[in-house]
């Protein structure tokens, strides 16, 4: 790939690696951007992905690691990504690099991609803030410490402790998560005997599963007598119920500065879309209590005071971000406009004013995979 302009300035480059969910909606705002200065857009991901790759102008396969299933069509060899990125980002002078899913690994080499003069943003500027944000029952202690309103969690390894939990806090409503996890896996609210329908019909919450409810002793029963529990241990975390609205709030950040947000809650399937004051004074702490760095996104919920607790940190961009645009404000597009350098560093009082409350609503589509090219 030529990365010189016909004045010979290097042309410089963004690298969007492989992420979760809105690793293509980022590259098409990254298009637009580019439309006003040139600069290259690359992207990468571990599987042939080309409704990710259509909007990218380089890409690259990434290598996977030994623990991971090999599911390339060239079945390529057991690898490092970090090291095979970085001499990537060398050659083709990528200033910029959003690391996706797998922040961690690219975050204990950091030193290495700033000498490099590469921007790194894993969403954390350190290993151990990572692993803290990763672990929800950490996560909550850090900001109990902080005195950052957080939504209390207890957690549990053994059958014994779920029980005596379960005895110990019987006057809530309660729920279940994993202490790690992602796309609210694991998730079960239990019937505590305190809520309206407290006598939850078994079956009706394995037909209608994104209920996601679950009997208490059902639940006992399928934890204690689970083989994949017994091969492979799951930390498990007991939570009062939230019944409040749920919010999540996408953010450029760097170095524990929040430099522009935007709020959103979903109601049926109509996303709104804003800027909350009372949700982000207690992001905007949160925050700068983790030192968080890139563009990560943050879930709140109302207690029943109608208090915004915190329920975690995603080190990375939602799969929502793509919807900031509705409001006049693309996060991707302020965030990597000051990261290459095109724009002055973002105030977070200036994003606000140019924000326009709005509601959407997600829409399916697709793209036309040709034989024998292996999608996911």
């Known amino acids: ?17 492989e992420g979760q969910s809105s690793q293509r909606d980022m590259l098409e705002s990254l298009q637009a951007l580019k439309a006003q200065t040139p600069f290259t857009i690359i992207a990468s991901h571990r599987h042939d992905r080309p409704e990710i790759f259509e909007f990218a102008d380089t890409i690259f ?12 069509q060239n079945h390529q060899a057991p690898a490092e990504r970090w090291p095979f990125v970085l001499e990537q980002a060398k050659q083709n002078h990528v200033k910029v690099l959003l690391t996706g899913r797998n922040g961690i690994d690219y975050e204990a080499h950091r030193d290495l991609f700033t000498q490099a003069g590469i921007r790194l943003l894993t ?8 692993e803290t944000i990763d672990d ?12 950052i309103p957080v939504a209390t969690a207890w957690r549990f390894d053994t059958t014994a402790e779920l029980t005596a939990l379960l005895s110990e806090h019987s006057d809530k409503c309660l729920c279940v998560k994993p202490v790690t996890g992602i796309f609210a896996q694991g998730f079960w609210r239990l019937d505590s005997g305190f809520d309206n329908d407290s006598q ?5 919450h394995l037909y209608f599963t994104d209920s996601k409810k679950i009997s208490t002793e059902q639940f006992i029963n399928a934890y204690s007598h689970s083989q994949m529990v017994r091969e492979h241990p799951i930390p498990m975390l007991l939570m009062p119920y939230l019944s409040g609205r749920e919010y999540s709030i996408d953010v450029v950040c760097e170095y524990g500065e929040v430099l522009a947000a935007v ?48 329920l975690e940190i995603n080190s990375r961009p939602s799969g929502g971000i793509g919807y900031t645009k509705h409001s006049g404000v693309d996060l991707t597009q ?13 105030k977070l009082a200036d994003s606000i004013k140019q924000i326009t409350p709005c509601q959407i609503r997600s ?14």
């Not at 950490?138 to 410490?145: K, R, S």
């Not at 829409?363 to 996911?376: A, P, R």
């Open 123 to 130: 969403g954390a500027t350190s290993v151990a803030a990572l």
């Open 263 to 310: 709020t959103r809650y979903k109601e049926g399937k109509i996303q709104h879309v804003g800027y909350d004051k009372p949700v982000m004074d207690v992001v905007i702490p949160l925050i700068k209590a983790f030192n968080c760095d890139g563009i990560v996104s943050v879930q709140t919920k109302e207690n029943d005071a109608g208090q915004h607790c915190v």
């Open 363 to 376: 829409i399916m589509t697709s793209v036309k995979v040709e034989t024998g090219t292996e999608g996911q």
């Open 1 to 17: 790939m030529t990365n010189k302009t016909n004045g010979n300035e290097l042309i410089k480059a963004a690298w969007l690696a």
């Open 200 to 204: 939850y019909d078994s079956f009706e």
């Open 334 to 346: 302020i965030g990597f406009g000051y990261w290459l350098g095109l724009t002055d560093k973002p």
């Open 61 to 72: 396969r990434e290598p996977y690691h030994s623990t991971e299933i090999a599911e390339t």
């Open 136 to 147: 929800k029952f950490a996560f909550m202690q850090h900001c109990q410490a902080h005195n």
